[in-house]
């Protein structure tokens, strides 16, 4: 089909509809579905063009045959979808389907907000669009989720979008009761959740990734109806043995069959890895072999893993991966080997389109630091290796960006109280999706900072900020320079020497732009520097900076020595303030400047100038190894060139609860639709 232009968008963007708050976007979404689908109240899934906002030249994805659920009956129980071997089965009217691409949705958006059942209508659709069969949730969602879902589902019977369930304990909630409140609300019979969404249910995924230093240190053998442990369980395997058999008969009052798994992750597989440099990341295993279903369960189980391209750390060292030249790939099969008996599938998978990345991974496929369209594309790969390795599925992370994620070289630079309020490019895990969230803001093109016809080396100077980006647009002068250095105070009380080529302290952050090589850089002063607060990183690992003043870089990988071979491998620095050229509104999502003639815009991640919590004005200042923060006045800018200094302004905002976002498909979501189509292709 080739890709999908850039401005499919779900929440229009301006100029087309003006302004738009997320509640108000979803509605006029809702509204253009009734128009462009005859008024039907859910959109047929072949039938895109609610998603391309009038566009008629993307080609709806092949029907195929049907893919209605034909549930068989077994020891009484409906099976919808069932274990054989190392196939997982979902049964349809036009046979059993043996693999499914998925998607994971988490419960929020940016703000904290709940999801809204529009945004659940227009997002099943768009998920059956791009070819993905199941939706996978960790926790209980609201009502909305089981109600549009259903809803969606009896609209189109041949094209429905299944679903695999999560349990998760919040707070001081015991797991048993977390089993059995999420039972009841699946099943429609708990208070608003009245709709019986077991229909539709795939699986369930109990648990959440198992930290390998807490395991439960004792339990009994588990031999319930459904579900044993075998005579090797560790206790931890056993105890989940138990939670799943207990599930199992919730489910089976309720005449339902479905596989149960409990949630596992390359860090506590069970597989060895000596070549893994950190203790932690093969300390315990965890064996889906040793849970096994007795014959009252038809529907089985199956081995679920969380599995990402770039870690651990073996997946670069261990030379049984690295010698078969894809080291990802390598790992599925072995995985495959292990569960001989049992289907495998990969539950969360994919790369973020982020500007900061935490870790490199082999072949390119980073945690980080991957424009949109690269990123999409190692998507696609990785749903494709999934399914040449013979595993059963795939479930990208995720559906939408998720602005409350954290990771571990940006959450000490954070007020984690607020990390939903605005959206960090530094932090990769805030970009996993498919579908964009990009801030939207109030005073687009901008407010006047500056306007002098005979000033150099800018003329005029307009400014607006959104939930990620303080963003400039400067006209130059005649007879331009060839260098710009901006210049940006967040905090007017700190002292220290100049950026070079300043006369004035004051600035704090600053950009130094090549106007003619189109590079760049990016600087903090050294009160400022977030690296600051991370442990083990010498003076000798950074890159250059003029006195007082560090380049803007992030902490990808502490020195650490691979156990086998002993080799020593030194501390990884990436250098996100090496400023990308390009033009972000024509696909270069990593952009951070541009030039056009005599104009240049440049959009600064609140990060780089040092703020811990733009929505309030806290500026992060590492003080004693710890993050203390201070409330910034305003960003003044100012512009020096050839030794000529050039006062511009302060660029003021108000502080914000409630950030605005618009829905936006990224550049070369088309390529995993092609995919993800491919694998399920009839």
Not at 13 to 41: D, H
Not at 422 to 428: A, G, I, Q, V, Y
Not at 502 to 512: G, N
Not at 529 to 535: A, E, H, Q
Request: aromatic content about 8%.
């Amino acid at each position: 089909m080739g890709d999908i232009p850039s401005h499919v968008v779900f929440v229009p963007a301006r100029p087309r509809f003006g302004r738009l708050r997320p509640a108000l976007g979803a509605a006029l979404l809702v509204a253009l579905c009734l128009t462009l689908t005859g008024g039907t109240s859910i959109p047929a899934v072949n039938s895109p063009a609610f998603l391309i906002a009038g566009m008629s030249d993307i080609p709806s994805p092949p029907r195929g045959t049907s893919w209605s659920p034909a549930p068989v009956t077994a020891n009484g129980l409906s099976v919808l979808a069932a274990a054989d071997g190392q196939t997982l089965e979902l049964h349809t009217a036009a046979g059993d389907r043996t693999f499914l691409p998925g998607v994971n949705l988490s419960p929020g958006t940016p703000g904290g907000s709940p999801i809204s059942a529009a945004q659940y209508r227009a997002w099943f659709a768009a998920m059956t669009w791009l070819g993905i069969r199941v939706v996978r949730i960790y926790s209980v969602h609201p009502p909305e989720f089981y109600q549009q879902l259903a809803e969606y589902n009896r609209t189109n019977p041949d094209q429905p979008l299944y679903f695999m369930q999560g349990v998760e304990q919040r707070g001081d909630q015991s797991f048993q009761r977390a089993v059995r409140d999420t039972a009841t609300a699946v099943a429609g019979e708990h208070g608003a959740w009245d709709t019986d969404a077991n229909p539709w249910l795939a699986g369930w995924i109990i648990g959440s990734e198992p930290d390998p230093r807490t395991t439960i240190p004792a339990a009994k053998p588990a031999d319930g109806k459904y579900f044993r442990s075998t005579e090797g369980a560790s206790p931890t395997e056993r105890w989940l043995a138990t939670r799943m058999d207990e599930l199992a008969g919730l489910q089976a009052k309720r005449g339902y069959s479905q596989p149960i798994a409990f949630v596992n992750w390359a860090t506590t597989d069970p597989l060895r890895h000596p070549d893994e440099p950190l203790e932690q990341e093969d300390l315990l295993q965890l064996d889906a072999n040793h849970v096994r279903p007795t014959p009252q369960w038809p529907a089985g189980t199956f081995a679920s893993y969380h599995a990402y391209p770039y870690y651990p750390d073996f997946l670069r060292f261990e030379p049984g991966l690295v010698n078969t030249g894809d080291p990802y790939a390598g790992y599925l099969a072995a995985l495959r080997r292990h569960h001989r008996d049992m289907p495998t599938l990969i539950t969360e998978f994919g790369v973020p389109s982020s500007l900061g990345s935490a870790h490199d991974g082999p072949l390119g496929r980073n945690q980080g630091g991957l424009a949109e369209q690269a990123a999409m594309r190692i998507d696609a790969d990785l749903l494709r290796i999934i399914g040449r390795e013979g595993l059963a599925g795939g479930f990208l992370a995720g559906w939408a960006d998720d602005w409350n994620r954290s990771t571990w070289n940006t959450v000490g630079h954070q007020v984690d109280t607020r990390r939903s309020m605005w959206h960090d490019p530094l932090t990769n895990e805030q970009y996993f999706g498919l579908l964009s969230m990009d801030p939207a803001d109030d005073d687009a093109p901008g407010r006047q900072l500056f306007d002098a016809d005979a000033a150099w080396p800018a003329t005029k100077v307009t400014a607006r900020t959104d939930a990620a980006y303080l963003h400039l647009r400067i006209k130059l002068a005649d007879s331009p320079p060839t260098t710009l250095l901006i210049g940006f105070d967040v905090l007017p009380e700190l002292t220290g020497p100049p950026m070079a080529g300043s006369a004035d302290r004051r600035p704090d952050a600053a950009f130094a732009l090549n106007l003619a090589g189109h590079d760049g850089q990016a600087y903090l002063r050294n009160q400022l520097d977030p690296v600051r607060l991370d442990v083990g990183v010498p003076a000798s690992a950074r890159g250059p900076a003029p006195e007082g003043w560090k380049p803007f870089e992030l902490l990808m990988g502490r020195a650490m020595t691979i156990p086998t071979s002993k080799i020593e491998v030194p501390v990884a620095l990436q250098n996100p303030g090496r400023l990308e050229y390009g033009d972000w509104r024509s696909g270069a999502s990593l952009a951070l400047w541009h030039r056009d003639d005599d104009t240049v815009d440049v959009r600064v991640p609140w990060a780089m100038l040092g703020f811990a919590d733009p929505s309030t004005h806290r500026v992060g200042v590492p003080a004693k190894g710890r993050l203390t923060t201070k409330v910034s006045p305003g960003v003044t800018v100012s512009l020096t060139a050839s030794g000529t200094e050039q006062a511009i302004g302060q660029v003021t905002w108000e502080s914000w609860n409630r950030p605005q976002y618009i829905e936006r498909l990224k550049q070369g979501a088309g390529q995993f639709r092609d995919a993800a189509l491919a694998q399920t292709s009839d």
